[in-house]
């Protein structure tokens, strides 16, 4: 059984644990919010058969693959269908805008750090829904996240009733998924829309091309300042001239980076600012 006094362990094993994350994924967690660390793990521990985080330590030194297992444990997955969803319908809006104004391509959406999927998904469900009546081409969407285990869920689009009643009305639900057992399940028409692939912000290598719009919703604030400035950069990179970029409601690029500034057209989004020079060229 799992220990009852969590606070009578030492603190080393919380410091191994964190540093692991952040080595990791570049992903801090305060000292006022170790307890998450034990919340996240007490399945794991369970799981193993362990009683303490002590224990847990011991294994990831010993095997890799449960290193893995903790870094995806204390990653913070939560999400839900149409989070947002006015800031999803303005990001609709304006790929209309771009297309009425000229472009002619398929607009390229990227959603970095995309969990168990509900962010592509529900710009996939939402853009197919605009285009058939429009008859624009459908965007191409690129999801990433640094969790190989929050991707098998993606690409699965595999959900419980309970995630999937987040954000989703009876009509989606029932155009968009199939019941399997007691979960629901993306109609494979609909994943096929998006290219998940692993990708960690801070060090991968970027997708390929550039992006009109770009989501990094809710990542940047687990970040250090410097790492945080370093994936703007990043960001930047594979933005094109006037793209938009999306952040979480509690994040800003104010005081944080030069590369993007806030939309005029669009309250609440952020806008490449021509600041920053071209870093592809650099990058190779």
Known sequence: MLSPAPMSRPSGSLNVLAALLESRTGQQIAANREWRIETALKPLIRERGLE?????V????????VADQVVDALLNQESSFFRDAAVLEMIADAADAMRAEGLTRRVRIWSAGCSIGQEPLSL????????????ALAPEIVATDVSEAALG??????????????????????????????????KPELVRQIS???????????????????????????LSPVLRRRVFERLAEVARPGALLVLGA????????????????????YETSGAMPDMSAVAG
């Open 52 to 56: 303490t985080l002590e224990d847990l």
């Open 58 to 65: 011991g294994e990831v030194l010993r095997n890799p693959a």
């Open 124 to 135: 996939a469900m939402l853009f197919s829904e605009r285009d058939a009546e429009s008859g």
């Open 153 to 186: 869920r993606a690409r699965a689009g595999r959900y419980s009733q309970f995630e999937i009643q987040r954000g989703l009305p009876i009509r989606r639900m029932m155009q968009w998924f199939d019941t399997v057992g007691g979960d629901w399940v993306a």
């Open 196 to 222: 998940f692939r692993k990708l960690n912000l801070v060090a991968d290598p970027l997708p390929i091309g550039r992006f009109d719009i770009i989501l990094c919703r809710n990542v940047l604030l687990y």
């Open 250 to 269: 509690g994040e800003t690029v104010i005081g944080q980076t030069e590369a993007f500034r806030p939309s005029q057209r669009y309250r609440g989004l």
